[in-house]
């Protein structure tokens, strides 16, 4: 059986569930393997307040005993903090769409007055749990020694020099990096450009290289 997985959950609501199906009976599974992964994700340069708000730890609630994934469907659980200060309070309606979001076109496929049901289901905090099942696999595959890592290349105008880095070096150095980025120099440059643009409250376009080492040729879909 192929892998999958269905996330599901608002960004203020209660928490972020995943559930992931596929995943064979025998791997030595903990949220150790999981909470690194979930840190590194709330590290990002720039991110918004509720990256200091949230402490993202998982919970494993099935598919795995005594250390140990059982063949059944892996299900993680990630409590929203911030969910403590909405419950039970009337939430202002959200009505003006915002560009190169989700909220129009959710209020017109499914009828909404208010936008904010599809922007809580369309958030950046549901990352979350994609990082939470992503970390899963990740572990998954390390036992075939297979790596995966990625690296950022560019943002904005500033594009890095990675001629003289191999992939290995290129992963190792992206971990040094407030923006993951394997050059030093261009770290520094990319970091500017982000304070830059939110002094002028815009966005900034990105490119990353994520990469796949000790894959064996023909393995996987395509």
């Known amino acids: 059986m192929s892998l999958r997985f269905l996330t599901a ?5 209660p928490a972020l569930v995943a559930i992931l199906e596929g995943l064979p009976a025998g791997l030595p599974l903990s949220v150790e393997q999981i909470n690194p992964q979930l840190a590194r994700r709330q590290r990002g340069f720039g991110a918004g307040p509720r990256m200091k708000l949230e402490r993202d730890t998982v919970q494993i609630l099935s598919g795995v005993m005594e250390g140990v994934t059982i063949g ?3 299900t993680l659980w990630i409590d929203n903090k911030d969910h403590e200060k909405w419950a039970g309070k009337a939430i202002e309606p959200f009505n003006i769409p915002r560009p190169g979001h989700v909220d129009l076109s959710a209020a017109l496929k499914y009828g909404y007055s208010d936008l904010r049901p599809g922007l809580e289901r369309a958030s950046a905090r549901e990352t979350a749990a994609r990082v939470a099942v992503g970390a899963v696999c990740k572990h998954f595959l390390s036992q075939f020694d297979i790596q995966v890592g990625g690296y950022v290349t560019a943002i904005g105008d500033v594009t890095a020099d990675l001629a ?11 971990e040094t990096s407030a923006v993951r ?4 120099n261009s770290s520094d440059a990319m970091l500017d450009a982000i304070q830059d643009v939110i ?6 376009g990105g490119i990353i ?7 064996p040729p023909g393995l996987g879909a395509y």
Do not use: M, W, Y
């Open 199 to 204: 002094k002028e409250k815009n966005t900034l």
């Open 9 to 13: 959950g608002e960004s203020h609501g």
């Open 209 to 215: 290289e994520v990469v796949a080492l000790g894959l």
């Open 164 to 174: 003289e880095q191999n992939l290995f070096e290129r992963i190792a150095q992206a």
């Open 72 to 74: 059944s469907p892996l």
């Open 181 to 184: 980025c394997p050059d030093s």
